[in-house]
């Protein structure tokens, strides 16, 4: 389960959330409203290395280049 980086909408509120999906809905624990992942922050690769090319989209990800 991945630990992932959040930011709320309606309170701007940055947190990280435990999920069992990247994709399912994530309530803020502060205000309630509706979080979108963040794509902040270093990224890296399936194979743990750092990349500087990273759409953030890892729903079709084939590993970082």
């Given amino acids: 389960m991945p630990l992932l980086q959040y ?12 999920v069992k999906k990247y994709d399912e809905p994530v309530i803020c624990p502060v205000c309630g409203g509706k979080a979108e ?10 194979t743990g290395k750092a990349t500087k090319k990273c759409s953030g989209h890892c729903a079709n990800c084939r590993g970082c280049k």
Avoid: H, I
Wanted: net charge positive.
């Fill in 7 to 18: 930011v709320c909408k309606k309170c701007d509120k940055t947190f990280e959330e435990l």
């Fill in 37 to 46: 992942r963040s794509f902040c922050g270093r990224m890296y690769s399936a």
